[in-house]
């Protein structure tokens, strides 16, 4: 699709106006125009009709594109307070896209995040590990190690065993 196309589809997204958000869904899925879900994520933070949320949730948990996961790790980057971050970050392990070069982003929201964020956050991580370098794999469960006395004690046990199935998978 030509380029000039997509930026007026993504301007047209950025209204907000539902029927722009299916076209822009709908580009998306056929053309995987990855650029176009950081506009959707954007919507997301809206006060969206649920129908258009599920649309866009149900977008990114059935994308099968390793050129997204970039433009999503940047767009949750951009907005680490997003209102819907526990439901982009569920629906990111629920698809086939695998975040192994973005541990050190996923290892942040772990620390930073409530106990859901944190939990899909380890998710995510787990469904990454297995690509992930075990060098750099091991220094950020280091990394995450070192705050676990900072977090809540429920937050706490779900860290600790959720390191010791990365370190000793079955």
Same mark, same amino acid.
């Given at each position: 699709?030509?380029?000039?196309?997509? !930026?007026? /589809? @993504? #301007?047209?997204? $950025?209204?907000?106006?539902?029927?722009?958000?299916?076209?822009?869904?709908?580009?998306? =899925?056929?053309?995987?125009?990855?650029?176009?879900?950081?506009?959707?994520?954007?919507?997301?933070?809206?006060?969206?009709?649920?129908?258009?949320?599920?649309?866009?949730?149900?977008?990114?948990?059935?994308?099968?594109?390793?050129?997204?996961?970039?433009?999503?790790? !940047?767009? /949750? @980057? #951009?907005?680490? $307070?997003?209102?819907?971050?526990?439901?982009?970050?569920?629906?990111?392990?629920?698809? =086939?896209?695998?975040?192994?070069?973005?541990?050190?982003?996923?290892?942040?929201?772990?620390?930073?995040?409530?106990?859901?964020?944190?939990?899909?956050?380890?998710?995510?991580?787990?469904?990454?590990?297995?690509?992930?370098?075990?060098?750099?794999?091991?220094?950020?469960?280091?990394?995450? #190690?070192?705050?676990?006395?900072?977090?809540?004690?429920?937050?706490?046990?779900?860290?600790?065993?959720?390191?010791?199935?990365?370190?000793?998978?079955?």
């Amino acid at each position: 699709m030509p380029r000039k196309d997509i !930026r007026k /589809i @993504r #301007e047209q997204i $950025r209204s907000g106006n539902p029927a722009y958000v299916m076209e822009g869904i709908r580009i998306c =899925r056929d053309h995987e125009e990855a650029d176009i879900l950081s506009d959707l994520v954007r919507v997301l933070g809206m006060d969206t009709a649920p129908s258009l949320r599920q649309a866009i949730l149900g977008l990114i948990s059935d994308l099968n594109s390793q050129h997204a996961v970039p433009v999503l790790v !940047r767009a /949750i @980057r #951009e907005n680490p $307070r997003h209102p819907c971050l526990q439901e982009i970050l569920a629906a990111c392990w629920q698809s =086939r896209m695998i975040f192994h070069e973005h541990i050190p982003f996923l290892i942040d929201l772990i620390i930073s995040g409530d106990y859901m964020i944190s939990l899909e956050s380890l998710t995510i991580l787990e469904n990454a590990s297995e690509l992930a370098g075990r060098d750099i794999l091991e220094k950020e469960l280091n990394r995450l #190690e070192t705050h676990i006395p900072r977090m809540n004690s429920d937050k706490q046990n779900l860290v600790r065993e959720m390191i010791r199935g990365l370190r000793h998978p079955v």
